[in-house]
């Protein structure tokens, strides 16, 4: 289900009132493969709940990946990712960083890969504060978006 921020805020503040620990991932997901869903899985094991946030395309062209990325349209990613099994709600940030829509939801576990640093894992802080926890998830060897752009250039 792909819900608006205000949309995803009353979900998430619905599933709260149901005891359910919410656990929140974000990234631009473009070109999905095998390591994307096994990080879903493996994120949504951390909780009751996975909400994912993603990048809008103006946010990911701001994280300059490349001026031709990303290479599927913001709309038909969530679509996508609200199919998976792992996740239960998919919402999209346009800012360059998650930071706002950490703020607006508050949730339990924050999930990154393990091939981001703790120091700069953005919503640590807020998640810290209110006494949930981040959780790095080993990235799965040979499978990247990069990578497979590349492949099929070649």
């Not at 999209?92 to 990154?112: G, I, N, R, S």
């Amino acid at each position: 289900m792909v819900l608006s921020r205000d949309e995803a805020v009353r979900w998430v503040q619905d599933q709260r009132s149901r005891g359910r620990r919410i656990v929140f991932t974000n990234g631009v997901f473009d070109l999905l493969h095998p390591g994307h869903v096994r990080y879903l899985h493996e994120a949504r094991r951390l909780g009751d709940v996975l909400i994912v946030a993603v990048n809008s395309d103006r946010s990911a062209r701001l994280l300059e990946k490349g001026a031709d990325r990303p290479m599927t349209p913001e709309a038909e990613r969530a679509e996508l990712l609200g199919a998976f099994t792992s996740v239960d709600a998919v919402t999209m940030f346009d800012e360059p960083t998650p930071h706002e829509v950490v703020l607006a939801l508050q949730p339990d576990v924050l999930v990154k890969g393990a091939d981001w640093e703790p120091g700069t894992i953005v919503g640590a802080d807020t998640v810290l504060a209110r006494g949930g926890r981040v959780e790095r998830i080993p990235v799965a060897a040979g499978y990247s978006t990069s990578a497979l752009i590349q492949k099929i250039r070649q």
